[in-house]
């Protein structure tokens, strides 16, 4: 018999809304809770260069056998080359894994291993899962507030977190379009960064999930980048669910930047141990599909192109919907939201009227305030920005009267 202590179970919030959602009768309810890019008809597209991939590989018929515990190597080398660079992928140990979430997994457990007694720097608000990954992993979590009152990034609060960390404790930094703030680090701060860790011997710890979301391919990965190459070490973990649509494929990438060629073998096969305990072999169709694309000369440049307007219908969505929002209450912290980027929008509403949003307006976004800008048919803008000024209007005029 199973002695489950059921008052210590718990579901998970971000489900557990979606199951209010699917159960709303309501036909003209949004589905904004759920990180998944979704077209104006509400669909999650398959993009083209993916679907002429996955075309390829069906002609091509190849064994269903299992593969090595560190999975594709072609997929590794491609989506390295892509993200960190080739001069960093070169000297970067990369493993195959379930997705950005297995590679943050397997990552932690990394740290828990080769670091007794680490603590983990976390910025919060946070990514929801961040804080349960790292606890499971057996990694102590400091917090540290990420952003100012005026809905900024808060650099100073970040580097004084790592100026105040000892020497290999670890600092978890999203790469780019921040889940849920959609804020990214400006270009100076990562500079800053890299000083800070370098001088205390904190160990960054990068998820790189939205790259192309946000300024554009380029400008999103630069800034890790730069950072990488001034760290003596490193660890990133890389997610093809968004840039590529593979949600569903589970795929992604676990790199450790070590400080040596014999420290990179032993992270590999500490890694490799990890994986093997808890699922062995990484799925390969998604790999293979992403390394098809970046492998192929004439698929890639349609996926980039792809991925470019992906970009700019989130950016049209943005702008469309601040624009909507201001047109009925105008403050600097509604304005403020229209500096943000990637698929995400952070509202300045607390959950209580994150709820109101949901049950009167069939608008539904998680309790942080953050939303999914591309679950928005662009023909319904105007109608959630006026739902949304309708209840950040109603908040004001009830903190008056308090």
């Not at 660890?235 to 494929?249: R, T």
């Not at 450790?256 to 305990?277: F, H, N, P, Q």
């Not at 698929?343 to 994150?354: S, V």
Request: aromatic share 4%; proline share 5%.
């Amino acid at each position: 018999m199973l002695l489950i202590d059921r008052s210590a179970v718990q579901a998970d919030p971000l489900w557990s809304l979606r199951a209010k959602y699917t159960d709303d009768p309501r036909p003209g309810k949004l589905d904004l809770i759920l990180g998944v890019y979704r077209d104006d008809q509400g669909i999650c597209p398959v993009m083209r260069s993916v679907l002429a991939a996955e075309l390829r590989l069906a002609e091509r018929s190849a064994s269903k056998e299992y593969r090595d515990l560190s999975g594709s190597a072609d997929f590794a080398r491609l989506l390295g080359d892509l993200t960190l660079g080739q001069a960093l992928a070169e000297r970067a140990t990369a493993v195959q894994t379930v997705a950005g979430t297995g590679a943050l997994r397997i990552l932690a457990e990394l740290l828990a291993t080769t670091g007794r007694g680490r603590t983990v720097l976390l910025g919060t608000p946070a990514y929801v899962n961040h804080e349960p990954i790292l606890r499971a992993a057996g990694l102590d979590v400091r917090t540290y507030p990420l952003v100012s009152a005026d809905g900024t990034l808060d650099v100073t609060a970040m580097l004084d977190a790592v100026r105040q960390a000892d020497t290999g404790d670890v600092l978890l930094v999203q790469g780019c379009c921040h889940n849920p703030t959609g804020l990214s680090l400006p270009e100076p701060a990562w500079d800053e960064l890299a000083d800070a860790l370098c001088a205390t011997g904190v160990v960054p710890f990068v998820d790189q999930a939205y790259y192309g979301l946000g300024d554009g391919l380029d400008a999103d990965l630069a800034g890790m980048r730069r950072l990488l190459q001034r760290v003596p070490e490193a660890v990133v973990a890389v997610s093809g669910s968004k840039a590529f649509g593979l949600y569903s494929e589970r795929v992604g990438c676990a790199f450790v930047l070590a400080k040596t060629a014999a420290d990179g073998g032993a992270a590999r096969a500490l890694l490799e141990g990890i994986a093997r305990a808890s699922y062995s072999q990484p799925p390969s169709h998604g790999a293979d599909l992403v390394a098809e694309v970046l492998g192929s000369p004439d698929l890639r440049p349609v996926w980039r192109e792809e991925l470019e307007s992906m970009r700019r219908r989130l950016g049209r969505l943005r702008s469309g919907l601040v624009a909507s929002v201001l047109e009925h209450i105008d403050t600097p912290a509604l304005r403020s939201v229209g500096d943000q980027r990637g698929m995400f929008l952070r509202l300045p509403l607390d959950a209580a009227q994150m709820r109101e949003l949901h049950e009167r307006w069939g608008v539904y976004g998680i309790p942080s305030g953050r939303i999914n800008l591309a679950g928005i048919p662009e023909a319904c803008v105007a109608e959630t920005g006026a739902a949304i000024a309708a209840v950040y209007a109603q908040a004001v005029r009830t903190a008056s009267l308090g």
